[in-house]
């Protein structure tokens, strides 16, 4: 499948891709609410407390892109909302990218 030209998405210099995200907390369900200042903004239903959104947020992303939880980690951003997830880069042909996209209908 590839890597798309999502603005949210780098390859880093290991050959690993870098997700930009703008997470917020507490949202009814899990949802891509859209961009926001150039990373992929997602509503995240966990909590903000001891790590929970953080955990949600790499095993929704692994679940979408279709990948194991492990090639999936949090480089930065551990307590705040923009954060920097990296795909290891033996998933990138394999991970489904277009799962990030905003779905219209789910506004």
């Not at 949600?56 to 979408?64: D, I, K, N, P, V």
């Amino acid at each position: 499948m590839g890597l798309p030209a999502f603005p949210f998405l780098k390859l880093d210099a290991t050959g690993g891709v870098v997700i930009d995200v703008h997470a917020m907390p507490n949202a009814n369900k899990t949802v891509v609410q859209g961009l926001h200042d150039g990373a992929v903004h997602i509503r995240l239903k966990a909590p903000p407390v001891e790590g929970k959104a953080n955990e949600a947020l790499l095993r929704w992303l692994a679940t979408e892109l279709e990948i194991p939880r492990g090639s999936i980690e949090l480089l930065r951003g551990d307590k705040s909302r923009r954060k920097h997830c990296r795909v290891a880069p033996a998933y990138i042909e394999t991970a489904r990218w277009d799962k990030l996209q905003v779905q219209e209908a789910s506004r």
